[in-house]
Structures are given as C-alpha cells and as structure tokens.
C-alpha cells in the first residue's frame, strides 16, 4: 500500500529511444464517501536527443488531450496533469490501474515512432472505515441483583458523520442497544434492570464473558463491523438459593411418636424445609442429611426436600439434619437442626432356667434375670411365664405388667409341677415397642431307670409319657440300625430356646473322637443349615441318576471357584468356567479354535474402582463385540448438575493422536500345563500387525480418564467431543454473522 508512485513505459525506437512516466500521488481522501482524489502527471523522457515541435496528442486515463510544448534535447517534461477519484471497496482497500497514451509521431536514429504508452496498478492506502474499538471494561465486574454499573468503553472514529451502534450481549441474549456519535473515552450506564438480566441470562455458571459489538454507519449506511470485546464478569457471592425453615420429626404413628422421642433403630427422621434458587437460576438439588454430630456416623441422605429417611437412625446421640439446596449455577445454602436419640436396645434375657427342688419334687424353682431399655419411665413392659405339659395344657404361672424398672432379677417357684410329668416352660418379655425376647426351658420327669405302662411303652431314665420307647439321657447303639418309617418323617429336635441340632459323623480313618463330618444346625441361632466334609482333602459328591441334575431352587452362592466341565444341561455351558483368584476365567467355544485356549478370556469386577475388566491369560486387554453399548445417563441417578464451562474444542485440538502396536499382540506365548502360561521369548513382525490409533493415557485430558488412571473413559471422550461440536457451532455462527454484516455493509 502506498499513498504516490510511478509507472515506467517502454523506450520507442530501441534501447535509447525516448519514454513516458506516469506519477500518480493521493492529494485528498474523502472518508464519507469512501474514496480517494488521485492526481496524474504524464511526462515525456528522453536520455539522447530528441526533438518535435509540432502539437501532438495523447490520451491519460480515457480522457484525450493535446500537448503544444514541443521538446528538444534530452531531459523529461510534463505532458500532462489531471485529477481522478478512485472509488474504494467497502472495506476501505483499493487497486487502480492508470494507462496513457501519446502519439509522438517522430524519428529517431531512422526509426519511426508512432506513440508512446505507459500503464500500472496502484495499490492505494485502505481508507479507515469502521470506527476504532479499544478497551472494554466495567466500573464493577462482580455483579448484584439490582445494583446498576458502569460500561466503560473507547472508540476511534475516523468521521464526525459516522456514528457507532453498541450492543451488549451475554451469549445470544441481547442485554443493551445504544447508539453513540462520541469518540474518545466513552462511558454508559447500565441500569441495575439491565444488570439483573445479565445475571438471568447466567443461569447456570457463576462467571462468564460479556460481548460488545459495534457497527459504524454514515447514516443508515452501514459502515462497517467490529468483533466482539470481552469483558469477564461474576456474580456476587450473595446470589445463591436460600434454605430456611427446616423441621425434623418423628415418622409414623408409632411408640416412639406416641412419647415424642427419637429412639435408636425405632425411629425413621422426616425432614423437610423450604428451599428458593438464586435469582435467575433453577433448583438442581434438594437433599437432607442426617448424620451423628459427635462422628458423622449413621449418615442417611434424602433426595428431596420434603422426605423420610430409608431406614431408622441406627446409634444413639445428637444428630445433626440438614438441608442443602443446590442451584444450577452450583451454589449451595443449608440449613441446620439438632435431634437426640435415645439409647435403646430391645428386651434380653441373660438367665431363665428352671430344674425341681429335688429328685422327686412337684416344685420347680426359676430363676429369672432380664431387661430393656426403660427410656425414663417411656417404655414399660411386660414380663410372663407360662407352662405347657405334655398335654398340652397352658398355664399362666407369673405376669409382671407396665413395669417401668428396666429389670428383673427374681427367682420364681412353682408348685404342683406333678413329677411324673415333663413341662415347657416359656419366659416372654414385651417392651411398649413391640419388641419381644423369649427363653424356654424345660423339666422332665422324676428319674426313674425304668417303667412300664401297660399298653403303652416302656420309660428309660424317666416315667414313660409318649410313644412305645421313652428315653432320657444318651444311648449308645452297636451294629446296624434300621428304621421304618412309615411314611412318618424322623424329626431331629434341638433343645430349648436353640436351632442348634446336627447329625453327627466319625469315620474309622479318623480318631474316633475325631469328628468327619456333619448336617446341621452347628450352632444356636444358626439359620444355614450346613452339609461338611471334615475329611482331609474331602469332597462333597452329589451325584444324580442318568439324565437327572443337582437343582438349586433359588440363588445359588459359591465360594471358591466352580469348574464346569463339557455341556452344563439348560443354558449351555461349554468347556470350563472358573472363578479363580477374584477374577473369572472363560473357556474355550471350541477346542479347535486356537485363539482361545482353557482359561483364555478373565473377566473381573473390582468393587473399589466399579469397573469391569476383560483380559486373556496374559493380562492384555481383549475386543468386545456386542450390537450396542449402552451408558445409563438418567437425570434421576445424577446429583450435583452443572453445565460444563471448560473449553472442550481446546482439550481435542491439543491432545496427540498416536500410531502404534500393542506388547501383548507381538509376544507369543505358550501353555506349559493346564492353564499356566509362559513367554516363549519369540515376537511376531509388527509389520505384519494391524496398526492400532489412539490416545495416550497420561497426556489425555482428566475427564476422559478412567478413576484407575489406566483408561480412557469412552461415554467421556463422546460427551468431550460432543461440546467440541457445539463449541465448533457457535464459531461458524459468529463468523456466519460476520460475513452478513460485511455483505450488508457492501
């Protein structure tokens, strides 16, 4: 660009021969009307003698003129002077081409010379046009509801005829429109109405960038556009939701609610408070907690701000419940109350026992210690014994009712318990929760070695009270023992107030107080009903007849590992399934399929970083092939919702892609025995090898990283680059607008 040059035109008549120059020189540039006033000088040079003294004519920039001067010698002198204007581009750029002509019709050195011409392109200076636009700021950047502020901005305009358009913009929301014909230092003010739509409009972040956008115009004549201005703004701390009025009761209609007092694994908490978003935003979160205070122990959440708790507080102390509210600018407000618990434990029986004062005696004694959680005097209850006897006869022998002690250490007696009878006897305590201990026991018979009743059987040990055989104490049988049923069951029965009975084994290979094995009950209180192998190396075989199948009826459990080998009836189960060492080993489709091999593919779950891991016996990870993968992505399993604010496109556009081969693809490894693996030491060509793409873990952006850092997260990465998109979109929109407004402006 330049504001003057010159054009040199060919010599006439050879190599010393006379020549034109055209100067062109910009003496006036008129802003409005976008355009520049040229001025042309024509000259004639000539470096040997020439001569003429005749008129001749010419022509410069399509206009014809005559030149009357004549020329003699050398030297140069002007033909011809004259003024152009050059209309510029829209955009202020312009390149001229100026030509002349001049018909010399002379001779020199015995050449004729008919004319002379000379021509070139001007690239001439860019008139300004759109008004200069500099610094862009706040008088407050962190903005409050109904706090008006300051916009403080400069212009350079390049005519006092233009004027400027301003537009204030967050995001696509237009928040001001003004129209200035200042220049310089320039302030407006932004009414706290004006304000508040800003803070509307960031409804779901805390800081962002304000937008200013200029066009120039010389009347309604668009001038041209200036790209947006930034400006960062936040919101001021105090613009967040609130939460307020929060309550915590006991749920129900229960004991607890009856005495109004919170009691440990009694009592649900319903809470409920009054939650607001901070102004323009939205409430993405309503939760209650409620948390011992002494150690944050026994936390339960609600997911509301109006709920009950899942399960009853499960330890005693002072609870603190909260309510949080968050918005979905991601500001929180809570609000806090304090609840006792009351230590509560349901009603024990430490001792309940009864045995006759003597051999033969008709009275029984009984000892009795119990108790529970009184809860001051809120929680009476009611203490019981009764009898049965073999008849089946119930007799209330002692009611305690509405005690409010909390316990009771006392010996019963009882009288007229006939000898020749045995009872049951059975201690109840039932607190004002409902809550229930039981204890039972028994007394037999006086001793007697043996007794007869006529018709009916015979009693060892005892007086005869049921069946053919009465016995009490233990037995000891020799030879084999066989017992018709009948189609009656043979029942097993464990003692009073215990699940505790079993089936007993001792096998001659062992000491014969050594025990092999049992089924059964092992223990008191025990509900799994066991089947074990006490035997060294000893084996559990079950084994059905013909077609038949060992069925589980329901779940079924396994520790240890399971080996299925050939086809498993039902769902079909080929080859050998193992779950060894945490992991679970997959076996061969096909024992012809070299690919695959016992043991080849692993699946593993880890409950501390929640992944599933699938690898062969190498530990190198495996292809998985489905028609879908499918990531849950519901808005009810998510909490703490927030847009992403951070720059996607940047994270995609600086992360390297690599081309590369994986270890395990080039290693070859072998079988050495029944699922044991060893590197051969031989490697296969990565030439031959498909070429593998891909990231590289540790230079991978952090949100697209597995919690193990050893992976990239797919449903990450697709969601990453699904806002580089949307980043991508609004680029083109801008610059989409930017080229209308220069076509507008043309």
């Known amino acids: 660009m330049a504001t003057s040059g010159t054009f040199t035109g060919a010599r006439g008549g050879g190599a010393y021969g006379p020549w034109l120059t055209l100067d062109w020189d910009r003496i006036q540039t008129d802003i409005p009307n976008n355009r520049s006033l040229i001025r042309l000088t024509l000259k004639l040079n000539a470096s040997n003698p020439t001569y003429f003294s005749s008129s001749k004519t010419g022509v410069l920039e399509a206009t014809s003129f005559t030149y009357s001067g004549g020329f003699s010698g050398t030297g140069a002198v002007v033909i011809k002077n004259q003024d152009v204007w050059v209309n510029h581009n829209a955009d202020g750029t312009k390149s001229e081409t100026f030509s002349a002509s001049f018909n010399i019709a002379i001779t020199f050195s015995g050449s004729y010379i008919s004319s002379l011409s000379v021509s070139g392109t001007a690239a001439i200076d860019t008139i300004p046009r759109a008004s200069g636009f500099t610094a862009f700021t706040l008088t407050n950047t962190v903005l409050n509801t109904g706090v008006a502020t300051t916009i403080n901005y400069t212009l350079a305009r390049q005519s006092t005829s233009f004027t400027q358009d301003m537009t204030l913009k967050y995001g696509s929301k237009v928040i001001a429109s003004w129209n200035t014909a200042g220049t310089g230092a320039l302030t407006r003010a932004l009414s706290a109405t004006e304000v508040n739509a800003i803070i509307v409009a960031m409804s779901t972040v805390v800081s962002g960038n304000l937008s200013l956008y200029m066009q120039t115009k010389s009347g309604s004549t668009l001038i041209g556009s200036s790209i947006a201005i930034l400006e960062g703004i936040t919101l001021n701390a105090a613009i967040k939701p609130t939460a307020s009025a929060l309550t915590a009761n006991i749920w129900g209609g229960g004991r607890d609610a009856t005495i109004g007092k919170f009691v440990q694994a009694i009592s649900k908490v319903v809470g409920k408070f009054t939650s607001t978003s901070g102004y323009g ?103 019981q014994v009764k009898s049965v006897d073999k008849a089946g006869a119930v007799v209330i022998l002692y009611t305690l009712s509405s005690s409010t002690l909390g ?44 007794t007869i009743a006529k018709g009916l059987g015979v009693g060892i040990g005892k007086v005869h009270e049921q069946g053919a055989l009465d016995v009490k104490g233990e037995a000891f049988l020799t030879g084999k023992v ?75 459990e396994v520790i240890g590992g399971v080996n299925a080998v050939g086809d498993v009836s039902g769902n079909k189960l080929y080859g050998a399934l193992n779950h060894t060492a945490g992991y679970l080993n997959v076996g061969s489709f096909s024992t012809t399929d070299a ?85 051969t030491g031989r490697r296969r060509s990565p030439e031959g090898l498909k070429k593998r793409h891909g990231l590289i873990v540790d230079e991978a ?46």
């Open 281 to 383: 935003s939205t409430i993405s979160a309503n939760t209650i907690t409620v948390k011992r205070q002494s150690d944050g122990g026994n936390s339960q959440t609600i997911f509301s701000n109006d709920g009950t708790t899942a399960n009853p507080v499960t330890l005693s102390g002072v609870y603190i419940v909260t309510g949080e509210v968050k918005d979905s600018r991601g500001r929180t407000a809570t609000v806090s109350v304090t609840i006792t618990v009351e230590a509560y434990t349901p009603p024990t029986i430490s001792l309940f026992t009864t045995n006759r004062t003597s051999a033969n005696s008709a009275t029984v004694s009984a000892p009795i210690n119990t108790s529970w959680s009184a809860l001051g005097t809120s929680n009476p209850a009611t203490v």
């Open 595 to 679: 690919n695959y091999g016992v043991g080849n593919a692993r699946v593993f779950y880890s409950p501390v970083n929640k992944t599933m891991t699938f690898w062969n016996h190498l530990g190198a990870l495996i292809t998985l092939k489905a028609a879908a993968f499918s990531t849950t992505s519901e808005r009810r399993l998510k909490t703490n919702i927030v847009k992403y604010q951070t720059s996607a496109l940047e994270k995609v556009v600086n992360t390297a892609v690599y081309e590369y081969n994986l270890k395990s693809e080039i290693e070859i490894w072998d079988e050495v025995s029944d699922g044991v693996w060893e590197d």
């Open 482 to 556: 066989e017992i018709s049923s009948g189609g009656q069951a043979i029942n097993i029965k464990a003692g009073p107030a215990s699940d505790h009975v079993y089936i007993a084994l001792y096998a001659d290979s062992q000491a014969q107080t050594v025990r092999s094995g049992y089924l059964g009950y092992p223990s008191a209180g025990e509900t799994n009903l066991y089947m074990v192998n006490s035997m060294p190396n000893g084996n559990i075989v079950l084994i059905p007849n013909g077609s038949g199948y060992v069925k589980a009826d329901g779940n079924l």
């Open 701 to 746: 952006p952090t949100e697209i990283v597995s919690e193990k850092q050893d992976g990239i997260d797919l449903y990450e990465m697709n969601s990453m680059l699904w806002k580089a998109v949307q980043e991508l979109s609004s680029k083109v929109d801008v610059l989409t607008q930017q080229i209308i407004d220069i076509k507008a402006g043309m």
């Open 407 to 450: 316990v009771l250490n006392t010996t019963q007696s009882y009288p007229n318990q006939s000898d020749a009878g045995s009872y049951t006897y059975t201690l109840t305590v039932t607190d004002s929760f409902g809550k229930v201990a039981t204890a039972i026991a028994t007394v037999g018979t006086s001793f007697v070695e043996l």
